[in-house]
């Protein structure tokens, strides 16, 4: 979705570390102010150091009620939509990412941790340090966001919450294959988090989660949609400087958002989202961040209050790279362009290909190397990535075993005319990933590419009737900003399947029954409006029609209407 476009401040922003340094109140008279100082050296930022800041200088009562408003892209659904760099100097006031410099572009997507604006998609990668100047608090609610528990301010407690509400309209459900039609669906869920920070070192993170389902006709409720209380998220973190690298080391359970929006978004959909269990290390300098982790994907059952364990036997595990490009202008336009390269090896034991009828299950080890490019080149914005995926796949009860080879090509490229009512950005998408080949032996090469874990539901299909899996997808992408707490984001992908022997697959690893005999698979436009009256509220309604091929409707499937809203209110 658009970014949110906000009135930008005069002056540059500065941050000192954890600590945002303001300047103090000026009467009307004085028309210039002495640099800012850091609040350890008190010498003046450069610069390089200013623009790699996360706030703004003025001071909240200058601040207009539009500046003070969180970006649309804080919402878990919107994460790291659109797949360009935010174009719109956000104050800081409204800002509470970490010291991670020009990894905090495009609402701190670039740092790893997921969308940090005023509040995160993991609530644990908001930094609020900055209420210890007691100028910086803005609503009566950061009362609860910084509880100093020592003279020194650098212990202190940062409570969160959450409540959502979806609801989901479902014409022909699943394409019809779930004989559930109409369907409407009404998903709740509530979270509550503690962060406690122990000095600048040390902190514990821990988070309360349970959802609620309900509905007309409803279908699917299993696992992560009804879940009693539980602990969702629990770690310790140790963090330090390193080489000149600012370093962390988490151990426990937590979200885990490092990889393209078109392999993971979290999965948000479900009461439920993704959390995982490991150890990850980071690592930033200027103009470099390296991320490795290892972690075993969280067993929500059995269906009790507090009974989720570590599940062993789904893995996530590899390295993330990222590379910023030092800044430069194109067109008279600050860039911002970022070069990342990564592996993700993850291990599935509940895995399926497809077959000529049905699905074959067994267990996968995928091995997934790839590369993105992405960032701004003026008012062009951009991400081009590619992925090659080797490994196996074992059969279940013992049966054949049949080597991966697959490959994914993801990109979007738009043109932001900044002048122009709402900031619009015309462009494009474009998705080509590999299918396999179903009349081929048991023991033979699989060319299927597989995404098991969610991609973002905004980047491809609101629906999630369609994967990252044997797709090939084209079409226009709009986005609209039309006021400073509303967008619109407008596109038709136009889809084929990659392979003819191969199934069509929704957010899962079963595709699903039908074996249409061409190429072409259908057409979904698409719209999706967002609001945020306050920084606690946001609403969105977005929905699509999905139109499919002759050859898919004759196999069985259905096509129809699928709408969502979405009611969150945050602290």
């Excluded at 019809?176 to 122990?198: E, M, Q």
């Excluded at 009804?226 to 080391?249: C, M, P, W, Y």
């Excluded at 992408?477 to 039309?482: G, I």
């Excluded at 979904?524 to 139109?547: C, K």
């Amino acid at each position: 979705m658009a970014q949110t476009t906000v009135p930008t401040v005069q002056d540059r922003p500065v941050t000192a570390g954890h600590v945002v340094v303001r300047k103090s109140h000026v009467t009307a008279k004085a028309s210039t102010q002495a640099p800012v100082t850091h609040a350890k050296t008190g010498t003046a930022p450069s610069d390089a150091a200013a623009a790699m800041g996360n706030s703004s200088t003025a001071t909240p009562a200058k601040l207009s009620r539009a500046q003070l408003l969180p970006p649309l892209t804080s919402r878990p659904e919107l994460y790291g939509q659109p797949q360009s760099l935010g174009l719109h100097q956000l104050p800081g006031a409204v800002l509470h990412q970490g010291p991670w410099g020009v990894f905090n572009t495009n609402s701190g997507a670039a740092a790893g941790f997921g969308t940090v604006a005023y509040y995160a998609v993991a609530r644990w990668a908001e930094d609020w340090s900055n209420l210890r100047d007691k100028r910086n608090h803005l609503d009566p609610m950061d009362a609860l966001k910084y509880i100093p528990l020592n003279n020194e301010g650098d212990i202190y407690l940062s409570l969160s919450g959450n409540f959502r509400h979806h609801g989901f309209y479902d014409q022909n459900a699943g394409l019809g294959a779930t004989k559930r039609s109409p369907s409407y669906r009404s998903n709740l869920r509530f979270n509550i988090g503690a962060d406690l920070h122990l000095t600048e070192h040390v902190r514990l993170y821990g988070e309360l989660m349970s959802g609620e389902a309900g509905g007309i006709n409803y279908y699917g409720y299993t696992g992560r949609w009804r879940s009693k209380i539980d602990l969702h998220q629990a770690f310790l973190e140790i963090k330090g400087n390193i080489l000149g690298a600012k370093t962390g080391v988490m151990i426990g359970r937590y979200k885990f958002l490092d990889a393209p929006a078109y392999f993971t978004g979290g999965s948000v959909y479900p009461s439920i989202p993704f959390s995982w269990n490991g150890v990850r290390g980071y690592a930033f300098w200027k103009h470099f961040r390296v991320d490795i982790f290892d972690l075993t994907q969280t067993n929500e059952l059995p269906l009790k209050p507090f009974a989720d364990t570590v599940g062993w036997r789904n893995r996530l595990f590899g390295a993330y790279t990222s590379y910023a490009v030092p800044e430069f202008k194109f067109l008279g336009q600050k860039s911002q362009i970022f070069a990342d390269t990564f592996y993700l090896g993850f291990i599935v034991d509940d895995s399926s290909l497809a077959a000529m009828h049905g699905n074959t299950t067994g267990s996968t080890h995928r091995d997934t190397p790839g590369t993105r490019i992405w960032g701004n080149a003026g008012p062009i914005e951009f991400s081009v990535g590619g992925m090659w995926q080797g490994g196996t796949f074992q059969q279940a009860k013992n049966g054949p075993s049949r080597k991966v080879n697959a490959w994914a090509v993801n990109a979007q490229a738009s043109w932001r005319f900044s002048h122009w009512w709402g900031r619009p950005s015309l462009g494009l998408q474009f998705d080509d990933v590999s299918g396999g080949d179903y009349r081929t032996s048991s023991t033979s090469t699989w060319g299927g590419f597989l995404s098991p874990y969610s991609p973002s539901a905004s980047y491809l299909d609101l629906s999630t009737y369609f994967n990252m899996q044997n797709l090939i997808s084209i079409g226009p992408l709009v986005t609209l900003t039309p006021t400073s707490n509303t967008s619109l984001q407008l596109k038709s992908p136009v889809m084929w399947r990659n392979s003819t022997h191969d199934g069509i697959y929704p957010q899962s690893t079963v595709a699903f029954p039908y074996r249409p005999r061409g190429h072409y698979t259908g057409v979904l436009p698409q719209a999706s409006f967002n609001w945020r009256p306050t920084r606690h509220v946001s609403f969105s309604l977005e929905g699509e029609y999905v139109f499919l091929g002759h050859n898919v409707l004759r196999s069985g499937a259905a096509q129809g209407a699928y709408v969502q809203s979405n009611l969150e209110l945050t602290f």
